[in-house]
């Protein structure tokens, strides 16, 4: 379940890094190799939100299942 909500992170930040890398694109010379930079950070985020939504739900840690079955104060 974690997995699958860790999508909703992921879509934002992979939306702002397009958004970025769009007005790099028409940005020149330093700001355009920043905003590409910041791009390629932002899209590396979303990766990461994957991965770690990945890592707990395969670890079966994820807090939101216990919440589903009713067993989230024991």
Do not use: H
């Amino acid at each position: 379940m974690c997995f699958f909500f860790s999508f909703v992170p992921a879509t934002v930040f992979t939306t702002l890094s397009y958004f970025v890398w769009y007005a790099a694109g028409k940005a020149e010379g330093n700001r355009q190799r920043w905003g590409n930079y910041l791009a390629v950070w932002l899209l590396i985020l979303a990766l990461g939100f994957v991965v770690c939504g990945a890592f707990v739900t395969i670890a079966d840690i994820c807090p939101i299942d216990r919440f589903m079955e009713g067993t989230a104060g024991v």
